[in-house]
């Protein structure tokens, strides 16, 4: 894309990282055969890192998190979402209900009472 002077943007993305997460969840149902258990984690650095060395150019927003931690959460890397949602915190965005709605899907099936009830009282004071 950039030898073809197209300069990516935060969409281009989020479409990339939303398109790899969906390949590994994949990838891992298809090896499970009707199997519960861990999914193997994704790989999704080359293009969050690439994201990231954009530095001020290209920030990544709410939607780009979200889908990085939706992804995690279906894959059961609950802990790197967690990371992903402190990080985005932590950078000034505002999550969304899409974003609520992936934690606490997550959280209420790893039996994290806590975590949801914890969830739903940011959502309520949002």
Known sequence: MKERGIKPDVITYT???DGRLKENLRRARSLQHGKEREVEKTDDS???NELNDMGKEIE???YCYTVLIDGHCKTNNFQ???DLYDEMIARGLQPD???YT???SSCWRKGDRYRVITLVDEILKG
């Open 15 to 17: 479409v990339l990282l």
């Open 102 to 104: 992936a934690l606490l």
């Open 80 to 82: 790197d979402a967690i």
């Open 60 to 62: 990544p927003n709410v």
């Open 46 to 48: 080359p293009f969050w």
């Open 97 to 99: 209900i899409v974003t």
